[in-house]
């Protein structure tokens, strides 16, 4: 009878109640709440999903990210070797790739302005790094927390991960895809606060039809002057072209469905779960978090706000041809952010079709992202 009291009490030990403390049990809900919002209300299911999964197993069963040398048997956990992807970059360059391969850079070269729109939005970023400076972070540290701004998950990933900062990279992973999910609910009173009525409801020409040869020489073209001028930022644009490409060719429709469905797929699930899986309660649950949540909010609005008053200035130069709204899809949150400024388009003036010309900056603004990562790669000599 003792054998058998002895192995029950052993098995019943061995089940995370007894090993849970406070902290893993808030995020198991923190999680649950992140599971919700994707189910219930569609808020970036594709991202959120793995993430709140990753999150919660990683509360449960911690050993799912241990390295192999804290294991006694020297085989690390499963989503420890997803998470060395992360932190080698390679899974955001692919994610990249992925991008590429699904977007039409079509509204961004039939309107060319659109990439001033797209660089007034990274002004969230430079924003978040002085203040995250002033709140006590370190150069490179604010450097990958600022990036938030962008509202691009990977390139925060990349960013976080060349500048040797993975302990941030969980918190800074999960600031920047939630916001990026919660764009529809964020944007719109800041687009509302900086525009009257009037602007809103500015109809825009219609763009010009986008050549089959312009279409090929753009990602070209782009390769070669951002790489030639920032070469640190050929993994991500050097992919993000590399994509694009494919598709615009016409001549390797496998690989363009490749790259923008079953490999962009593999990658989001591998990604999402492994950045959740980083978010352990004693990874999260500290000040510095806290800071990283507050500073990538300050960040994403000053972004909308640097897009939207860049867009009232250019709408005044042109004498009412440009809509403001469009400015705030500067951010790279694609197509999000450029469906947000359609809706509050369309709320001002029903028969108003903003969406392809908020294309344009949107696309712009992923450039945009990958240019500001690679300045601050630059600054410090990575």
């Known amino acids: 009878m003792s054998n058998i009291a002895n192995t029950l009490s052993n098995l019943l030990h061995q089940t995370a109640f007894f090993n849970l403390t406070v902290g893993n049990y808030v995020m198991i809900v923190v999680a649950l709440v992140f599971l919700y919002l994707a189910i219930r209300h569609g808020f970036e299911p594709l991202l959120l999903v793995p993430i709140a999964f990753g999150m919660l197993l990683v509360n449960i069963y911690p050993d799912i990210m241990a390295a192999p040398e804290q294991m006694e048997n020297g085989v690390g956990g499963l989503l420890h070797y997803f998470y060395i992807l992360d932190e080698w970059s390679i ?14 850079f079509g509204p961004l070269i039939a309107n060319p302005k659109s990439f001033l729109l797209g660089a007034a939005a990274q002004l969230g970023i430079y924003a978040a790094y002085f203040l995250a400076i002033i709140m006590g972070f370190n150069g490179k540290a604010a450097a990958a927390i600022s990036i938030i701004g962008g509202a691009d998950g990977p390139t925060s990933i990349f960013l976080a991960g060349k500048l040797g900062q993975t302990t ?4 800074i992973a999960v600031a920047a895809y939630s916001y990026m999910s919660l764009v529809p609910i964020i944007q719109p009173p800041i687009m509302k606060l900086f525009t009257t009525e009037k602007e809103r409801k500015i109809k825009m020409e219609q763009l010009r039809p986008v050549s089959k040869l312009e279409k090929i020489l753009f990602p070209i073209v782009i390769t070669i002057v951002v790489c030639m001028i920032l070469p640190t930022t050929a993994p991500l644009i050097g992919m993000l072209m590399l994509g694009n490409l494919f598709r615009e060719s016409g001549v390797v429709k496998q690989l363009t469905e490749t790259a923008s469905n079953a490999l962009m797929y593999i ?13 352990s309660a004693e990874a999260f649950l500290n000040v510095s978090t806290l800071k990283i949540v507050a500073l990538g909010l300050i960040a994403f609005a000053f972004g909308t706000m640097g897009g939207v008053l860049l867009g009232k200035l250019m709408c005044k130069l042109t004498n009412g041809k440009i809509n403001p709204l469009i400015g705030s899809a500067g951010v790279s949150a694609v197509p999000m952010a450029a469906r947000v400024s359609q809706k509050v388009g369309a709320e001002a003036d029903p028969t108003n079709f903003l969406l392809m010309h908020a294309m344009g900056p949107n696309v712009a603004g992923v450039i945009g992202t990958a240019v500001a990562a690679g300045t601050f790669m630059a600054i410090f000599g990575v």
Not at 92 to 103: D, Y
């Open 267 to 279: 990658v989001v699930i591998l990604l999402g779960t492994s950045v959740g899986a980083s978010t």
């Open 91 to 104: 899974l955001p360059s692919l994610i990249f790739m992925g991008v590429g391969a699904m977007t039409d």
């Open 168 to 171: 941030l990279m969980g918190p």
